[in-house]
């Protein structure tokens, strides 16, 4: 399984981005799919995850207003609609599958992993 970000790019404080993540060599369908980011000097962050099925999402309070996740099980891709972005929202955004239907918040819980995209946001 292969897991590929792309999107990233720098914007001004209240810009927009819309990240994408394309799977290849599984069953996207009965993949759980999450991002998550890292900021320089800081930990993984959860930020948004998807069941398989498209049928239920889940937000950390930091984003959940701001961003929306989706998915297109025909194309193997979900995606990431950042709006609003500000200066801590800057960082690299990884794309995770997980091999269970039901998303999870935890890192540990993903099974396959992009190399991350990087958003920058300029104040």
């Known amino acids: 399984v292969q897991v590929v970000e792309s999107g990233g790019g720098l914007v001004q404080v209240g810009g927009s981005l819309r990240l994408s993540c394309v799977v290849s060599g599984g069953l996207f369908s009965r993949y759980a799919m999450g991002w998550f980011r890292q900021a320089p000097v800081e930990d993984f962050e959860f930020v948004a995850s998807i069941a398989a099925n498209g049928g239920s999402m889940e937000y950390s309070d930091s984003v959940k207003g701001s961003f929306t996740i989706s998915r297109f099980n025909s194309t193997n891709t979900v995606y990431l609609q950042t709006n609003n972005l500000l200066p801590e929202d800057a960082a690299v955004y990884y794309c995770?599958?997980?091999?269970?239907?039901?998303?999870?918040?935890?890192?540990?819980?993903?099974?396959?992993w992009g190399l991350g995209t990087q958003v920058t946001v300029s104040s």
């Open positions: 995770a599958a997980r091999l269970i239907l039901v998303p999870s918040r935890a890192l540990s819980d993903y099974n396959y």
